[in-house]
């Protein structure tokens, strides 16, 4: 079994596996700035840093395949690559694909004659990279999509009304942390597309003002309690809204909870803060 990670320490790798958790990691061999451990276990882990992007590949080989499937009994290989999906022991199959959802960009398996293999991207750590760049503008898109929020998505994200409360929680310590970086702004949109959980596109219906201000104004009132008025932009997102509602809704909605807020605010968030990001 062979894990590589770029971009990620050995303790971050070791405090994620809570089946190695009495694995005592031996440094093998380092060359080129690549480092490879061995655990108690058997458990090789490669680390190998790659600066040229803020994200960490995690690449998880059994080296085991089709090949290696009993006479009269192929595809087991291929049904131990699905059963991964399914969960641990400690971490059951709907809590294991909602982490999934939360933490990783882009999650893949596949089985070829030698090994099974399982691919993950796991989500760029925001906060750390606005801290690491202080002098450098950066716009947070879509205050940071909290998806499920609203509603399901996919097969567990925002499944319960305990799940949802959850993420809108997890989503407001988050932003508020992020907001203390002074040069991050934050983009206004995106509230109203279906991974946030929304349904109306399946009702077949856009969504009334008034369902909009009152799906958005908790989102929009939290951001601006940690942003200001100085460092949110009003951006439409369509037509990636457009299956919720008609882009007039959306101003209107959005401009309604801006004016209740701080009716000084409408002019700096709707025009004249992406003039200054932007430099236009």
């Not at 894990?3 to 089946?19: D, E, H, M, T």
């Not at 893949?108 to 990279?129: G, H």
């Not at 000084?264 to 992406?274: P, Q, R, T």
């Amino acid at each position: 079994m062979l894990l590589r990670y770029k971009n990620l320490s050995l303790a971050i790798v070791l405090s994620g596996c809570s089946a190695l958790s009495f694995a005592q990691p031996v440094l093998v061999k380092t060359e080129q700035n690549v480092e490879e451990y061995r655990l108690d276990n058997g458990l090789r882990i490669i680390l190998a840093p790659n600066d040229k992007e803020n994200k960490v590949f995690m690449n998880t080989v059994y080296l085991t395949g089709s090949l290696n499937d009993p006479q009269g009994k192929g595809g087991l290989a291929h049904l131990l690559e699905h059963l991964a999906f399914k969960g641990t022991e400690n971490v059951k199959g709907d809590e294991f694909q909602r982490r999934l959802d939360q933490y990783t960009l882009m999650t893949n398996a596949s089985t070829d004659y030698y090994s099974t293999k399982y691919t993950n991207v796991i989500r760029p750590e925001k906060i750390a990279l606005a801290k690491a760049f202080p002098n450098t503008p950066i716009v947070l898109d879509h205050l940071g999509t909290p998806a499920g929020l609203f509603g399901k998505v996919g097969k567990a994200t925002g499944k319960t009304e305990q799940d949802r409360t959850q993420i809108f929680a997890d989503w407001k310590d988050q932003l508020a942390e992020l907001a203390e970086c002074k040069n991050v702004s934050t983009k206004m949109s995106g509230l109203f597309m279906p991974v946030l959980g929304h349904d109306f596109h399946t009702q077949k219906r856009l969504a009334s003002k008034q369902e909009l201000v009152e799906r958005a104004a908790p989102v929009i009132q939290h951001t601006l309690d940690c942003f200001g008025s100085g460092r949110v932009m009003f951006a439409s997102n369509f037509p990636m809204d457009s299956v919720s509602s008609s882009l007039t809704n959306i101003i209107d909605a959005f401009s309604d909870i801006v004016q209740d807020y701080n009716e000084n605010a409408l002019k700096s968030i709707f025009y004249e803060n992406a003039k200054r990001f932007y430099r236009l």
